[in-house]
């Protein structure tokens, strides 16, 4: 990956466009999978499957061969390819067509948390699980972009 350098050569340039973070998020016992973009002042979730969490748990409580085949027909796995989306205004479009998509504004945003044992974001009055975790990828960006605009944040350093 080749790094931009501003004019004064001394501190890097951001990336064009917007990178896209796998993420799985639950609201409930709804779970959507997609990717998360973050842009100045919000969050943009682009949903690229939904389903349901109930199959997970069950699953999960019987364990062994027969959990893991009902968590596979119940859940539909992690979010698809990286989809070709590098403006703001391309993701704002995607997201109009993909249901279950959705935009975090940085002030609704009461709390992300990513510890041990809390993997949450406290948005708009709901509690957004993350029940696969962020990638480290994921918590390196979004760390500073909390501190930026702050947005109180636990595990990120």
Not at 26 to 41: D, E, I, T, V, W
Not at 63 to 75: H, K, N, P, S, W
Not at 93 to 115: C, D, N, W, Y
Not at 119 to 136: A, D, H, V, Y
Request: proline share 9%.
């Amino acid at each position: 990956m080749t790094t931009l350098m501003t004019p004064d050569q001394t501190h890097p340039a951001p990336p064009p466009g917007l990178i896209p973070f796998p993420l799985t998020m639950q609201l409930k016992m709804k779970r959507y999978y997609g990717h998360l973009f973050l842009a100045a002042g919000r969050m943009y979730f682009v949903c690229d499957k939904q389903g349901g969490a109930w199959a997970a748990a069950i699953g999960q409580g019987l364990g062994g061969a027969i959990g893991g085949a009902i968590v596979a027909l119940g859940t539909p796995g992690a979010a698809g390819d990286v989809p070709p989306i590098v403006d703001e205004l391309t993701v704002q479009q995607v997201m109009a067509q993909r249901p279950g998509s959705f935009v975090l504004e940085a002030s609704q945003i009461s709390m992300i948390k990513h510890t041990v044992f809390w993997r949450l974001i406290k948005w708009n009055g709901n509690t957004i699980g993350l029940p696969q975790g962020m990638s480290k990828a994921l918590k390196l960006a979004i760390g500073p972009w909390a501190k930026y605009h702050g947005v109180p944040n636990k595990g990120f350093g």
